[in-house]
Each structure stands twice: as structure tokens, then as C-alpha cells.
């Protein structure tokens, strides 16, 4: 039988956790409602961190998590990863400085123009390996060929050509 914190508990229980941190009823979970959830769940996060995490878990890159976000992340084996390791979310805080960095209109995306000077960044900073251009590259990091980048498909596309 699984537990409520397990990633594979009921949809019913995931909906409901989803649903007892959205104080306020409005279909999302922002950074305070995290804040509480994160807590409740025994991890202190200081206040300053909130959003880096919540950019990881934010797919859609509007600043808040929407029911099917939270889902992805609860039935993520890696969820809690991020919390539990000092350098990972030491790791995510500078990737999302970085992001903020390259995010010019603070949209919470990158748009491609965006994109291609923070490839060059990472490449000449030997962040990244230079083996594909940065029109592949784009084309690799948009998952969901929406024509932009959020932070977690970011993260995601970080995380793989850092580990090669």
C-alpha cells in the first residue's frame, strides 16, 4: 500500500495534498502556499529559495504550480532530490540566476533570441560541451516545441549534457 508522500500514491491523494497547500482556492500553489507544503513535509527551506524551487517544479514558466505540474513533480522519484543536497539546490539557485539572467523581457521563458547568447555564455564558460550548434541545441532544450524554453526544461537539458 502506498503512503501519501509516495510517488506512487492515488491520483485522489496527490489531488488532495495539491488541494489542502492551495489556501486559497485558486487552482495553483505559489510560493508561500510551497513554503508550507515544504515545511509540513519536513524540509526547511529558507525563504530565499522558495522560487528557485519553485522555477524547477513551474513547467509553464507563469510563477506558480498548476495541479498537473504538481503531479508531475510528486510522481517524480527525484523530487525531493533538490532539497535534500546542499550542491544541488546550490546548483538549481545559480541555473536560475543564470536563466533570470538571459530571461530579458522576465517573461519566465527564453524565447530562442534569448536563448542562443546564454548558449554561447555556457559554451565559452565550458558549461556545456560544444558539440551542437545552438539552433539544435534550442531545438533539444524545447520539449514541447513551444518556441520557448521554461527553467525546468532548462534544468532538465543542463542536468543531461552536464552529466556526459
Known sequence: MASSLDASAPEMVVRSVFKKYDKDGNGTIAQRELRELLMDLGFYVAAEDIPVILKEIDENGRGTIEMNEFTTWWRSNTRFATLQSPQALERTRQAASYFKYFDQDKCGMLSKA???PMYADLLKNKLVPASISADVAFKTVDRNN????????????LNTVQSK
Open 114 to 116: 534569448e536563448f542562443t
Open 146 to 157: 513551444s518556441g520557448q524554453v521554461s527553467f525546468n526544461e532548462f534544468m532538465v537539458w
